[in-house]
């Protein structure tokens, strides 16, 4: 599978590049510098882009490359501050997948985008939140409306442990005793998804063990 990754160069990004490699798909990373993503591997192609730039992300699919799947770990930089950042980025990546036939995509999200926090520290959590989970909402609503084949992630707080491999999903809410995840862990996951088409239509929600 030549998997084109999105946010490559984050703790998501980067493990989720070195693990498609470890698995022996081929990658396009997109980095916005390539001194952000130190790896070589003769099945990794880095591209850099500044995805907020339509011709730039049109450049990306037009390079005569066939890609089998998307998978956005994309992040943005505003914070708990209002914005539009990931809704902007989507709407240069969903078109050009729609446009050279390319339906499967995994988007990195976060717990509470489904309004699925329960309880007085869920609500606490998700209005602390608030305006990063409306900028995933909207991301979400592009790739929605873009009819593709989607998964979307939704882990809990992250961490930069090893990867273990072992972490507990719920396709409703959250997993019962749920807790932080690392980000190796959620790259994980979403490798397993793209290569599992039993995920399509799923929002997922992850947890460590």
């Known amino acids: 599978m030549h998997i084109l990754i999105f946010g490559a160069s984050g703790g998501v990004g980067k493990a989720l590049v ?29 591209r850099l882009c500044d995805v907020f730039e339509k ?10 490359s066939h890609y089998d799947a998307v998978a956005s770990a994309l992040n943005t930089n505003q914070g708990i501050k209002p914005g539009n950042d990931l809704e902007r980025m989507l709407s240069n990546i969903t078109p050009q997948m729609q446009q050279h036939g ?16 329960e309880g007085e520290r869920g609500q606490a959590a998700m209005e602390f939140l608030r305006h990063p989970l409306a900028d995933h909402r909207a991301a979400i609503a592009q790739i929605q409306a873009a009819g593709l084949d989607a998964t979307i992630v939704r882990p809990l707080g992250l961490t930069h442990d090893t990867l273990t491999g072992k972490y507990t999903e719920a396709a409703q809410g959250i997993p019962a005793g749920s807790g932080r995840i690392a980000r190796a862990d959620v790259a994980h996951f979403m490798l397993k998804a793209l290569h599992d088409d039993a995920y399509i239509g799923q929002s997922v929600a992850l947890s460590g063990v």
Do not use: M, W
């Not at 470890?22 to 130190?38: I, W």
């Not at 011709?55 to 005569?64: G, H, I, M, R, W």
């Not at 390319?102 to 926090?117: F, H, M, T, W």
């Open 55 to 64: 011709a730039n992300v049109a450049a990306l699919f037009t390079n005569n």
């Open 18 to 46: 070195e693990q498609a490699l470890a698995n022996g798909d081929e990658v396009t990373a997109v980095v916005r510098s390539q001194k952000k993503l130190n790896i070589q591997h003769p099945k990794l192609h880095i």
């Open 102 to 117: 390319i339906k499967r995509i995994v988007y990195c999200a976060s717990a509470g985008v489904d309004n699925e926090l």
